[in-house]
T-cell receptor, first 115, second 113 residues
């Protein structure tokens, strides 16, 4: 079934650790996004990609980095986690074009806690 | 760039009443306006969307209206049910934003039985 997957779903980690949040989609979408969201609060775009080898920073400044080596994979990395990074991270993908639905499909999210 | 304002931030209604959530946007080039519902602990899911060439769209108990001149759009939920309780997000986007969606701040809807 075509879907968007995120792992891990929950992560508790100590300050200073390097972490990578995984995101994969089987929808064949070109565009992928990372959002940061505190529970029930506004969605903040932190990174997006229009395709392989294309990445851009979003509207909210983030210390994280992303890569897009394969169409279906868009991992997010924090080199040194800090308590201020505690949040939920949502990955999304979409197709965009004249005949596309424009809809963004979201993954289930990774809830990160940095102690 | 695009800016989306959403009101109210919280809304409480009795079961069976109607609920209306309003959004305004700033970029006249935006041409796609989706609404997402996010239940507690779950991912946002699209419930209805509208494009700028349409003024109104309806799907059972939910409807969206768009006023391009005033640059605002609204979500209408009729005959609300407890399972409608969630956070609702509006968004605006289009080729001018390169495929990105700009989200509103969210509205927490509570439907009391």
């Amino acid at each position: 079934e075509a879907d968007i997957y995120q792992t891990p779903r929950y992560l508790v980690i100590g300050t200073g650790k390097k972490i990578t949040l995984e995101c994969s989609q089987t929808m064949g979408h070109d565009k992928m996004y990372w959002y940061q969201q505190d529970p029930g609060m506004e969605l903040h775009l932190i990174h997006y990609s229009y395709g392989v080898n294309s990445t851009e920073k979003g509207d909210l400044s983030s210390e994280s980095t992303v890569s897009r080596i394969r169409t279906e994979h868009f991992p997010l990395t924090l080199e040194s986690a800090r308590p201020s990074h505690t949040s939920q991270y949502l990955c999304a993908s979409s197709e965009w074009g004249l005949l596309s639905s424009y809809e963004q499909y979201f993954g289930p999210g990774t809830r990160l806690t940095v102690t | 760039g695009e800016n989306v304002e959403q009101h109210p931030s919280t809304l409480s209604v009795q079961e069976g009443d109607s609920a209306v959530i309003k959004c305004t946007y700033s970029d006249s080039a935006s041409n796609y306006f989706p609404w997402y519902k996010q239940e507690l602990g779950k991912r946002p899911q699209l419930i209805i969307d509208i494009r700028s060439n349409v003024g109104e769209k309806k799907d059972q108990r939910i409807a969206v209206t768009l006023n391009k001149t005033a640059k605002h759009f609204s979500l209408h939920i009729t005959e609300t049910q407890p399972e409608d309780s969630a956070v609702y997000f509006c968004a605006a986007g289009g080729p001018g934003q390169g495929g990105k969606l700009i989200f509103g701040q969210g509205t927490e809807l509570s439907v009391k039985p």
